[in-house]
């Protein structure tokens, strides 16, 4: 196969993937090719993509590729789409996802606990929008449900993996620049 | 109670002259349904007078705490207990740091370190949020086909499509059926204890016994076979009637008992 076929057949196989699409996946498709020729045709893609005159690109999250239109575009795929805007996460349902994201697995008690809030409402419209999961019960009192987030939390964030959330570093960062900014 | 220095932060045990709490002087006023929680609130407090969060004068952001508490104006239940609860927590601390000790306390027993921890905690998640914002802002504008819905309505049934005829046949059948659920409320005739009991008592001098089951769906309403029922309970209690049920399930007889020879219509 040349470099030219497995591109274009790396970029079929992305295309018509509703969900990121992982290197050990396409290896599996695409029989007989190594690994590294796979990613280099990836790398040289998403290149491609990347340049001027595209308006869509194949980004990483959730372990694979998977193509997005590029946010320049956002105003005009909203007018195709009919949708006014799309909803950012209130504060209270970010804060619960942060919460869980970074204590998982987590019950909803120990969730209220670190917000301070009853945080039933929050869960029950994440679980909605698919970015948390139920993946138990706890062997506690009550047997309390238990949650993580989703493939889907990654990819609506864009992340590779839970690896990816920010750090301790980055949010200590953070916590100085905001107490710079006040002093 | 005699307090050594040593035992309580210097800051705290002043008495401070009461004054109107909070943004006196500030200039702008918070309203307290912009805090996500009484975590939010007491961070806000705590660095708008720039008070380290490992040394948090307790006495001094209660009071602003409570300050905040009490200018709500609107009443959430819900939310005003976990304020509250973060109150009561401050309180408690307090009360713990005014009790005389022996020997000084290590730096893990300080009373605050359950309200300290909670607070960096929640600090931290709050931090993590706003780069977790930054993230979402930028990945809402980039539609992935994953999340881009249907382009009208929210079904999740699979579209059908349907010629005009078949379209207006279901629309007549959906007329239909409305017309045969009409519904209408209808006043069922009053029925009286009373009345019915005459009735009960006629019909079984006439019959002498009664299957109870068909004159239960004799009657023309559930109210009147309700009252019916309550007259048979009657019947059988002042021992005018006798009723007999051969197996569970199965109809009851009623039949006046032959010794009774006044009737329940004479009482």
Not at chain 1, 52 to 71: E, L, M, S
Request: charged share 30%; net charge negative; aromatic share 6%.
């Amino acid at each position: 196969m040349t470099d030219d076929t497995l591109k274009a057949l790396v970029e079929a196989l992305i295309f018509v993937s509703q969900e990121p699409v992982s290197l050990e996946r396409l290896q599996a498709v695409i029989e007989g090719v190594p690994a590294a020729e796979i990613q280099a045709a990836v790398d040289e893609l998403i290149a491609g993509s990347d340049a001027g005159g595209r308006g869509i690109h194949i980004i990483r999250a959730g372990g694979g590729w998977i193509f997005a239109t590029k946010p320049a575009h956002d105003r005009e795929v909203r007018r195709l789409l009919q949708i006014e805007r799309k909803n950012r996460l209130s504060s209270a349902g970010l804060e619960t996802l942060a919460a869980i994201a970074y204590r998982q697995p987590v019950t909803q008690s120990e969730v209220s606990a670190i917000r301070g809030v009853d945080s039933t409402g929050a869960l029950k419209t994440l679980l909605e929008k698919k970015l948390i999961k139920i993946v138990g019960r706890k062997k506690a009192p009550g047997n309390p449900l238990v949650y993580r987030t989703s493939e889907e939390f990654l990819l609506y964030l864009g992340l590779d993996n839970l690896d990816g959330l920010p750090s301790e570093a980055e949010i200590a960062k953070i916590l100085e620049e905001e107490k710079a900014v006040e002093a | 109670m005699t307090v050594t220095p040593a035992e309580t932060p210097p800051l705290e045990d002043q008495p401070v002259p009461p004054s109107p709490p909070a943004e006196a002087g500030d200039g702008y006023q918070v309203r307290l349904d912009v805090f996500e929680g009484p975590l939010d609130l007491l961070l806000f407090l705590i660095r708008k007078k720039k008070i380290d969060i490992h040394d948090i004068p307790i006495a001094a952001i209660t009071r602003d705490y409570l300050g905040y508490l009490e200018r709500k104006t609107e009443i959430n239940l819900d939310r005003e207990a976990e304020f509250v609860f973060i109150a009561a927590l401050l309180i408690y601390i307090k009360s713990q740091m005014l009790l005389p000790r022996e020997t000084d306390l290590a730096e893990h027993e300080d009373p605050r370190r359950v309200l300290i921890d909670r607070l960096l905690e929640y600090e931290k998640v709050k931090a993590a949020c706003s780069l977790l914002r930054e993230r979402e802002d930028v990945q809402i504008l980039q539609w992935k086909r994953d999340f881009i819905p249907p382009l009208h309505g929210e079904s999740e049934l699979e579209p059908v499509e349907l010629s005009l005829f078949e379209l207006a046949e279901s629309f007549f059948r959906i007329m239909k059926r409305r017309e045969a659920d009409d519904t209408r409320v209808i006043r069922g005739r009053d029925v009286s204890v009373e009345a019915k009991m005459k009735e009960l008592t006629a019909l079984l001098h006439e019959r002498s016994v009664i299957d109870f089951l068909e004159y239960f769906e004799s009657n023309a309403s559930l109210e009147e076979a309700l009252v019916s029922f309550f007259c048979i309970l009657e019947l059988v209690k002042s021992r005018v009637a006798v009723a007999v049920q051969d197996e569970l399930f199965q109809t009851i007889r009623v039949w006046l008992r032959k010794d009774a020879h006044r009737t329940a219509a004479h009482d």
